[in-house]
C-alpha cells in the first residue's frame, strides 16, 4: 500500500514539476509549425578556386530559427556577417563543372516571436531623368493628397499600378521601371523610408521556388510589407524576408550559369517538442535521442497503457484472451495497420492459418518445428496477401507487414489446441475476447492525450504501475463472474 | 437479461468465491510457489502420494526415454490391463485406456483393438511431449487400471467418475461428483458440459446435480438417477483427501479422487487452482466454509479431527444424523473456533 502511494506521488509530482518548470504541455493540442527550408544553389564552376555567397535570412518576427546546416561536399563553409545580414560563404580552391550547394534551415512559425526592428537607413533617392522625374511628380502629386500617411500612400500607389486601363504617367514609368522598383523609388521620393526586399513564400511541399521582390516602408517604427502586385501584405505569417539589405541574394565567384531554388515542408510538431529542446535535463531526457529511437519509445512508451487494459479486461471483466499479452502486441500492430484493416487482415491470417494448422495436426510434428512450420506460414501467407491486395490496388493490404510474425504462429498454435481441447466455441470466446481486449487498448493508446502524455512525461507510469500493482490485489467479483453464478439468482 | 446476472452483492451475501479472490486470498496465500511441481506432474504426485502411503493407483512403470519402451515391451505383454498417462498432460489428453489383452492384440476402453506397435507409438508421442501442455518432453506413466464400482456404473459414460474435494489446510471444504458426459467428450470439466454432483460432506450424499448451470435430475447419456447418490467409502475418502495436505503442504488443494471396486477410495490427481465450478454443484459459497476454517486454531491436529471436524461443521444432516468415524463425543473435535 505504501508503495502505491510513493509510485503514484512520485510519478504525479514530477510530472508537475516538469510541466510547471519545463513548461512541457499537459495536453497535446498546442502544435506548432515547423519550417524547414532548403535553398539548393547550383552554377557551373569554371575550374579555378571559387566562391559562393548566399544571403540567409535575417532574424525577424514570426519565425524562430531553431536549426540550420549545410551540405556541400568538399567545400569550405563559413558564416560571415555583410551590411548587417548574415551570408553563407562557400569557397573551394579547385573546382569544375556542374557544382550544387544545400543549405538548410528550420524555423519555427510563432505568431509571438518578435525581433527589434532595423531602423531604415537614409538612402539617396533616385535621381530621375526626363521625362521620368515630371511623370513621377505628376503620380505622386495626384496621390499624396489622396493618402494619410506612408502606408496609405503605398496602398494608394499599388493600386494605381495594377489598374487595367494605367495612367499615363505610369505606364510610361513602368516601361522603364519594374513594379517594384518603381514602387519603391516613388515612396522614397515622397519622402518616406521604404527598400526593397527579397520575400520566400512559405508554402508547404513547394520545391525549386524563387524569391520574390517586395517593397518594405516605415511607419510608426515598423517595416510594413507591400507585395507590388497586390499592395499592403496583411497577412505575413507565410512570407520569409529572405533578403533586405541591396545586395544580390546569390554571389558566385569562378563559376557561371549560377541560380538559388528554394524548397520547403512544414511539420507539425508538438510545442513539448520544442520547448523541451531548451529546458535543462534535455540531455538525459528521451527528447535527446535520435528522431528514429524517439519514434520507436513513443511506441515503448505505450506498451504499459496497453498492459494496463490487459489487466483491466483480465481482473475487472474476467475476458478470456489466447495469450496473455498478445492483444497489447496485436494493438500495437494495429496503430501502424489503423482498426479495421487492422482486425481484417488479422483474422484472415488467424482463420487461414487455422485451416492449414489443421493438416500440420496429422503430420504429429513436434512443438517446435510445428511453431516454426506455422511461422514459415504465416509469412507465406502475408506475402500473397501484400502482393494480392496490391494487384488489386488495396494499400491498406500492405501493413499486414506490421503484424510481429511469431506472436501469428504462437496464437494460431494455442487456438489450434484449443480448438482440439475445448473445441470451436471456446476458440471463439478466447479469439473474441482477444481482439476484443486489442481493439479497446488500441483505442486507449491510439488518443493523441495518452500518446502525449505516455512520452513527453514518462514519469506517469509510475502511476500505471501503481493502478497495476492496486489491481493484483484486487480480491472482488470479475464483470463475468456475475453472469456464470447467475444460478445463484434467487 | 436479468436471468443471466446476479448482482455482486448477492454472490457477496451467499459468500460465492471468485477468481481473483481465490487467486489472491487463498492460492498466493496458501500455496507456495515452490509446492506447485508436485501437483503439476503427476508421477511426482504419484510418488510422494505412494511414499506417505496413500492409496494410489499402482504405478506399474514409469517410461522416461525412447529406449526404455522396448525394454517395457516384454513387461506389457504380460499385463491384461493397464493405463497409460503423460505425467504432465493436461485435459485427459493421451490418456490410454487398455482393458484386455488377448491373441488379437490390446483392447482400449472404446473397444478398438490395437497392436503392441501401437502402443510402442503412444508411449513415443507422450515421450516427445505431444500429449502435455506446451508441448514439453515428458514421461509416460503406466498404471493399474480402476474399475468402477458398480455403484456408479449407472452414471458412468465414457470414463471413471471421479470426487472432486477442496481441502482447505487440511480441512475437507467442499465436494463433487463428476461425471463425463458425451457432451463434454468424455473428460470431467463442468465447463465442458459435465454433470457436477455437489455431495454432502458429512455423509457423501448428493445434494444437487448440475450440467452447463443447470439442474438435472438424471444423466444425460445413461439416465441414471442423479438424486439418490451416496458415495461408498466416505470417511475413508475424507481422510484420504486431508492427508494431502501434510503430503504436499499446499494449503488450498483440489483433491481427485476415484473409487476403485476393489481398493475403494484411490487419489488421481491433485490440482493447485481448483476451479470454482464446486459452488455451483453444491448450490453453495465456498467463501464462509473457507473463513471458518481460517479461525481454527491449527496446532498438532490430526487428520482424523480435521476429518471429523469437517464432517461436522459442514454437513447439512444435524450432527446426530452422521455416522461419525472418529470421535462422537465432539470433545477433540478438530481444533476450536476463536
Given at each position: 500500500?505504501?508503495?502505491?502511494?510513493?509510485?503514484?506521488?512520485?510519478?504525479?509530482?514530477?510530472?508537475?514539476?516538469?510541466?510547471?518548470?519545463?513548461?512541457?504541455?499537459?495536453?497535446?493540442?498546442?502544435?506548432?509549425?515547423?519550417?524547414?527550408?532548403?535553398?539548393?544553389?547550383?552554377?557551373?564552376?569554371?575550374?579555378?578556386?571559387?566562391?559562393v555567397?548566399?544571403?540567409?535570412?535575417?532574424?525577424?518576427?514570426?519565425?524562430?530559427?531553431?536549426?540550420?546546416?549545410?551540405?556541400?561536399?568538399?567545400?569550405?563553409?563559413?558564416?560571415?556577417?555583410?551590411?548587417?545580414?548574415?551570408?553563407?560563404?562557400?569557397?573551394?580552391?579547385?573546382?569544375?563543372?556542374?557544382?550544387?550547394?544545400?543549405?538548410?534551415?528550420?524555423?519555427?512559425?510563432?505568431?509571438?516571436?518578435?525581433?527589434?526592428?532595423?531602423?531604415?537607413?537614409?538612402?539617396?533617392?533616385?535621381?530621375?531623368?526626363?521625362?521620368?522625374l515630371?511623370?513621377?511628380?505628376?503620380?505622386?502629386?495626384?496621390?499624396?493628397?489622396?493618402?494619410?500617411?506612408?502606408?496609405s500612400?503605398?496602398?494608394?500607389?499599388?493600386?494605381?499600378?495594377?489598374?487595367?486601363?494605367?495612367?499615363?504617367?505610369?505606364?510610361?514609368?513602368?516601361?522603364?521601371?519594374?513594379?517594384?522598383?518603381?514602387?519603391?523609388?516613388?515612396?522614397?521620393?515622397?519622402?518616406?523610408?521604404?527598400r526593397?526586399?527579397?520575400?520566400?513564400?512559405?508554402?508547404d511541399?513547394?520545391?525549386?521556388?524563387?524569391?520574390?521582390?517586395?517593397?518594405?516602408?516605415?511607419?510608426?517604427?515598423?517595416?510594413?510589407?507591400?507585395?507590388?502586385?497586390?499592395?499592403?501584405?496583411?497577412?505575413?505569417r507565410?512570407?520569409l524576408?529572405?533578403?533586405?539589405?541591396t545586395?544580390?541574394?546569390?554571389?558566385?565567384?569562378?563559376?557561371?550559369?549560377?541560380?538559388?531554388?528554394?524548397?520547403?515542408?512544414?511539420?507539425?510538431?508538438?510545442a513539448?517538442?520544442?520547448?523541451?529542446?531548451?529546458?535543462?535535463?534535455?540531455?538525459?531526457?528521451?527528447?535527446?535521442?535520435?528522431?528514429?529511437?524517439?519514434?520507436?519509445?513513443?511506441?515503448?512508451?505505450?506498451?504499459?497503457?496497453?498492459?494496463?487494459?490487459?489487466?483491466?479486461?483480465?481482473?475487472?471483466?474476467?475476458?478470456?484472451?489466447?495469450g496473455?499479452?498478445?492483444?497489447?502486441?496485436?494493438?500495437?500492430?494495429?496503430?501502424?495497420?489503423?482498426?479495421?484493416?487492422?482486425?481484417?487482415?488479422?483474422?484472415?491470417?488467424?482463420s487461414?492459418?487455422?485451416?492449414?494448422?489443421?493438416?500440420?495436426?496429422?503430420?504429429?510434428?513436434?512443438?517446435?518445428?510445428?511453431?516454426?512450420?506455422?511461422?514459415?506460414?504465416?509469412?507465406?501467407?502475408?506475402?500473397?496477401?501484400?502482393?494480392?491486395?496490391?494487384?488489386?490496388?488495396?494499400?491498406?493490404?500492405?501493413?499486414?507487414?506490421?503484424?510481429?510474425?511469431?506472436?501469428?504462429?504462437?496464437?494460431?498454435?494455442?487456438?489450434?489446441?484449443?480448438?482440439?481441447?475445448?473445441?470451436?466455441?471456446?476458440?471463439?470466446?478466447?479469439?473474441?475476447?482477444?481482439?476484443?481486449?486489442a481493439?479497446?487498448?488500441?483505442?486507449?493508446?491510439?488518443?493523441?492525450?495518452?500518446?502525449?502524455?505516455?512520452?513527453?512525461?514518462?514519469?506517469?507510469?509510475?502511476c500505471?504501475?501503481?493502478?497495476?500493482?492496486?489491481?493484483?490485489?484486487?480480491?472482488?467479483?470479475?464483470?463475468?463472474?456475475?453472469?456464470?453464478?447467475?444460478?445463484?439468482?434467487? | 437479461?436479468?436471468?443471466?446476472?446476479?448482482?455482486?452483492?448477492?454472490?457477496?451475501?451467499?459468500?460465492?468465491?471468485?477468481?481473483?479472490?481465490?487467486?489472491?486470498?487463498?492460492?498466493?496465500?496458501?500455496?507456495?510457489?515452490?509446492?506447485?511441481?508436485?501437483?503439476?506432474?503427476?508421477?511426482?504426485?504419484?510418488?510422494?502420494?505412494?511414499?506417505?502411503?496413500?492409496?494410489?493407483?499402482?504405478?506399474?512403470?514409469?517410461?522416461?526415454?525412447?529406449?526404455?519402451?522396448?525394454?517395457?515391451?516384454?513387461?506389457?505383454?504380460?499385463?491384461?490391463?493397464?493405463?497409460?498417462?503423460p505425467?504432465?498432460?493436461?485435459?485427459?489428453?493421451?490418456?490410454?485406456?487398455?482393458?484386455?489383452?488377448?491373441?488379437?492384440?490390446?483392447?482400449?476402453?472404446?473397444?478398438?483393438?490395437?497392436?503392441?506397435?501401437?502402443?510402442?507409438?503412444?508411449?513415443?508421442?507422450?515421450?516427445?511431449?505431444?500429449?502435455?501442455?506446451?508441448?514439453?518432453?515428458?514421461?509416460?506413466?503406466?498404471?493399474?487400471?480402476?474399475?468402477?464400482?458398480?455403484?456408479?456404473?449407472h452414471?458412468?459414460?465414457?470414463?471413471?467418475?471421479?470426487?472432486?474435494?477442496?481441502?482447505?489446510?487440511?480441512?475437507?471444504?467442499?465436494?463433487?461428483?463428476?461425471?463425463?458426459?458425451?457432451?463434454?467428450?468424455?473428460?470431467?470439466?463442468?465447463?465442458?458440459?459435465?454433470?457436477?454432483?455437489?455431495?454432502?460432506?458429512?455423509t457423501?450424499?448428493?445434494?444437487?446435480?448440475?450440467?452447463?448451470?443447470?439442474?438435472?435430475?438424471?444423466?444425460?447419456?445413461?439416465?441414471g438417477?442423479?438424486?439418490n447418490?451416496?458415495?461408498?467409502?466416505?470417511?475413508?475418502?475424507?481422510?484420504?483427501?486431508?492427508?494431502?495436505?501434510?503430503?504436499?503442504?499446499?494449503?488450498?488443494?483440489?483433491?481427485?479422487?476415484?473409487?476403485?471396486?476393489?481398493?475403494?477410495?484411490?487419489?488421481?490427481?491433485?490440482?493447485?487452482?481448483?476451479?470454482?465450478?464446486?459452488?455451483?454443484?453444491?448450490?453453495?459459497?465456498?467463501?464462509?466454509?473457507?473463513?471458518?476454517?481460517?479461525?481454527?486454531?491449527?496446532?498438532?491436529?490430526?487428520?482424523?479431527?480435521?476429518?471429523d471436524?469437517?464432517?461436522?461443521?459442514?454437513?447439512?444432516?444435524?450432527?446426530?444424523?452422521?455416522?461419525?468415524?472418529?470421535?462422537?463425543?465432539?470433545?477433540?473435535?478438530?481444533?476450536?473456533?476463536?
Amino acid at each position: 500500500m505504501f508503495l502505491v502511494v510513493l509510485l503514484l506521488v512520485t510519478g504525479l509530482g514530477t510530472a508537475t514539476f516538469r510541466h510547471n518548470a519545463y513548461r512541457i504541455p499537459l495536453l497535446p493540442g498546442t502544435q506548432q509549425t515547423v519550417w524547414q527550408v532548403e535553398a539548393r544553389v547550383e552554377y557551373f564552376a569554371d575550374g579555378g578556386s571559387t566562391q559562393v555567397l548566399l544571403t540567409l535570412p535575417p532574424e525577424q518576427r514570426g519565425f524562430r530559427s531553431i536549426n540550420e546546416s549545410s551540405a556541400s561536399s568538399g567545400f569550405g563553409f563559413e558564416l560571415s556577417t555583410h551590411g548587417g545580414q548574415q551570408r553563407a560563404h562557400w569557397t573551394k580552391r579547385n573546382a569544375s563543372g556542374e557544382q550544387v550547394l544545400y543549405y538548410k534551415l528550420e524555423l519555427v512559425q510563432d505568431a509571438g516571436y518578435r525581433v527589434p526592428a532595423e531602423e531604415p537607413k537614409s538612402e539617396p533617392s533616385r535621381a530621375w531623368d526626363e521625362p521620368y522625374l515630371t511623370a513621377a511628380l505628376q503620380v505622386l502629386q495626384a496621390e499624396i493628397p489622396e493618402s494619410a500617411d506612408e502606408k496609405s500612400l503605398a496602398q494608394q500607389l499599388t493600386r494605381q499600378m495594377n489598374r487595367e486601363r494605367l495612367d499615363q504617367n505610369l505606364s510610361l514609368l513602368l516601361d522603364k521601371y519594374s513594379e517594384p522598383e518603381l514602387l519603391h523609388d516613388l515612396l522614397n521620393t515622397a519622402g518616406a523610408s521604404a527598400r526593397a526586399v527579397q520575400v520566400l513564400e512559405l508554402q508547404d511541399g513547394r520545391r525549386r521556388q524563387s524569391l520574390k521582390e517586395f517593397v518594405q516602408v516605415w511607419q510608426d517604427g515598423e517595416w510594413h510589407l507591400i507585395d507590388p502586385s497586390r499592395g499592403l501584405v496583411t497577412d505575413d505569417r507565410q512570407l520569409l524576408l529572405w533578403q533586405t539589405t541591396t545586395p544580390a541574394v546569390l554571389e558566385v565567384l569562378g563559376g557561371t550559369n549560377s541560380g538559388v531554388t528554394f524548397s520547403m515542408i512544414s511539420q507539425s510538431r508538438s510545442a513539448a517538442a520544442l520547448t523541451s529542446e531548451r529546458a535543462p535535463g534535455y540531455d538525459i531526457s528521451l527528447y535527446s535521442l535520435p528522431i528514429a529511437e524517439q519514434g520507436m519509445f513513443k511506441l515503448i512508451m505505450l506498451l504499459p497503457v496497453g498492459a494496463l487494459v490487459v489487466v483491466l479486461m483480465r481482473v475487472l471483466v474476467g475476458l478470456k484472451t489466447s495469450g496473455t499479452f498478445m492483444p497489447v502486441l496485436i494493438a500495437l500492430a494495429f496503430l501502424q495497420t489503423e482498426l479495421v484493416p487492422g482486425l481484417v487482415s488479422f483474422i484472415l491470417v488467424v482463420s487461414l492459418g487455422l485451416t492449414i494448422r489443421s493438416y500440420l495436426s496429422d503430420l504429429n510434428l513436434l512443438l517446435v518445428a510445428r511453431i516454426a512450420t506455422l511461422v514459415i506460414l504465416v509469412i507465406g501467407i502475408i506475402t500473397v496477401f501484400s502482393v494480392l491486395s496490391y494487384q488489386f490496388g488495396f494499400n491498406a493490404g500492405l501493413t499486414i507487414t506490421f503484424f510481429p510474425m511469431i506472436i501469428l504462429a504462437w496464437t494460431i498454435e494455442r487456438m489450434s489446441i484449443t480448438w482440439e481441447e475445448a473445441g470451436p466455441q471456446e476458440v471463439l470466446l478466447q479469439g473474441g475476447g482477444s481482439l476484443l481486449v486489442a481493439t479497446l487498448a488500441f483505442l486507449v493508446m491510439d488518443q493523441e492525450i495518452t500518446r502525449h502524455l505516455a512520452f513527453n512525461f514518462p514519469e506517469l507510469h509510475f502511476c500505471v504501475l501503481a493502478v497495476i500493482l492496486l489491481l493484483g490485489r484486487y480480491t472482488g467479483y470479475r464483470l463475468l463472474e456475475l453472469h456464470r453464478f447467475a444460478v445463484f439468482k434467487k | 437479461m436479468s436471468r443471466e446476472w446476479v448482482s455482486p452483492r448477492t454472490l457477496h451475501r451467499l459468500g460465492i468465491l471468485g477468481m481473483n479472490q481465490r487467486n489472491v486470498d487463498f492460492i498466493s496465500r496458501y500455496n507456495s510457489r515452490d509446492r506447485f511441481p508436485l501437483v503439476d506432474d503427476k508421477l511426482r504426485t504419484k510418488l510422494i502420494a505412494e511414499k506417505a502411503k496413500l492409496n494410489v493407483p499402482k504405478l506399474l512403470h514409469v517410461v522416461r526415454t525412447q529406449h526404455q519402451i522396448e525394454e517395457i515391451q516384454h513387461d506389457l505383454i504380460k499385463l491384461n490391463e493397464f493405463v497409460v498417462k503423460p505425467a504432465q498432460g493436461s485435459g485427459g489428453k493421451g490418456i490410454l485406456v487398455i482393458i484386455d489383452q488377448n491373441e488379437n492384440g490390446f483392447t482400449k476402453s472404446s473397444g478398438d483393438v490395437l497392436d503392441l506397435n501401437d502402443i510402442k507409438r503412444h508411449l513415443s508421442n507422450t515421450l516427445s511431449g505431444l500429449h502435455s501442455l506446451g508441448g514439453k518432453p515428458d514421461v509416460a506413466i503406466i498404471e493399474t487400471l480402476v474399475r468402477v464400482s458398480p455403484l456408479f456404473s449407472h452414471i458412468s459414460h465414457e470414463g471413471v467418475p471421479d470426487i472432486r474435494l477442496i481441502v482447505f489446510r487440511g480441512y475437507p471444504v467442499m465436494g463433487m461428483l463428476r461425471l463425463a458426459t458425451h457432451a463434454s467428450d468424455g473428460k470431467a470439466n463442468l465447463h465442458q458440459g459435465a454433470v457436477g454432483v455437489g455431495l454432502d460432506i458429512g455423509t457423501g450424499r448428493a445434494i444437487a446435480a448440475v450440467q452447463n448451470n443447470k439442474l438435472v435430475t438424471t444423466h444425460p447419456d445413461t439416465g441414471g438417477d442423479l438424486t439418490n447418490i451416496s458415495v461408498p467409502d466416505w470417511p475413508k475418502l475424507l481422510n484420504l483427501a486431508a492427508r494431502c495436505y501434510e503430503v504436499t503442504q499446499l494449503g488450498y488443494l483440489g483433491c481427485d479422487i476415484v473409487i476403485d471396486q476393489d481398493k475403494g477410495p484411490l487419489l488421481l490427481e491433485l490440482n493447485a487452482r481448483p476451479g470454482l465450478s464446486i459452488q455451483i454443484a453444491n448450490d453453495e459459497g465456498l467463501l464462509p466454509r473457507l473463513r471458518q476454517v481460517e479461525q481454527l486454531e491449527d496446532y498438532y491436529v490430526t487428520v482424523e479431527d480435521r476429518v471429523d471436524f469437517s464432517m461436522r461443521t459442514f454437513s447439512h444432516y444435524s450432527v446426530d444424523q452422521l455416522e461419525l468415524p472418529y470421535q462422537t463425543d465432539g470433545k477433540s473435535q478438530g481444533g476450536t473456533i476463536t
